[in-house]
């Protein structure tokens, strides 16, 4: 079993900044891509960052420059560091880890719960 819990969401003002984390646990061989998503209401689920377990970072158009996107391999942690945020970035922000679980040859993507970033204007 394979869990991702994210913490570190919250209400934030506009031009502010929050840091959000997200813990891979469980029975766990590697894990390759990680990665945060946002979900707005009324909107689809987008992605935001992610970065590859050799480093190599991707971000949206609409974060680069403000966002940054980090992990520590040693403990199966991926950030998301945003600054400057933004009204429009208000949304539930899900992480998630393409994982090779034990007992498993292949890779499978696992999401977390998702947590509420919101910015007031």
């Known amino acids: 079993q394979v869990q991702l819990v994210e913490s570190g969401g919250g209400l934030v003002q506009a031009g502010g900044s929050l840091r959000l984390s997200c813990a891979a646990s469980?029975?766990?061989?590697?894990?390759?891509?990680m990665g945060w998503y946002r979900e707005a209401p009324g909107k689809q689920r987008e992605l935001v960052a992610d970065i590859s377990s050799g480093g190599s970072t991707n971000y949206a158009v609409s974060v680069k420059g403000r966002f940054t996107i980090s992990r520590d391999n040693a403990k199966n942690t991926v950030y998301l560091q945003m600054r400057s945020l933004k009204p429009e970035d208000t949304a539930v922000y899900y992480c998630?880890?393409?994982?090779?679980?034990?007992?498993?040859?292949?890779?499978?993507?696992?999401w977390g719960q998702g947590t509420q970033v919101t910015v007031s204007s």
């Open positions: 998630n880890a393409d994982v090779r679980p034990f007992h498993f040859s292949g890779y499978v993507v696992f």
């Open positions: 469980g029975s766990i061989v590697d894990i390759n891509a």
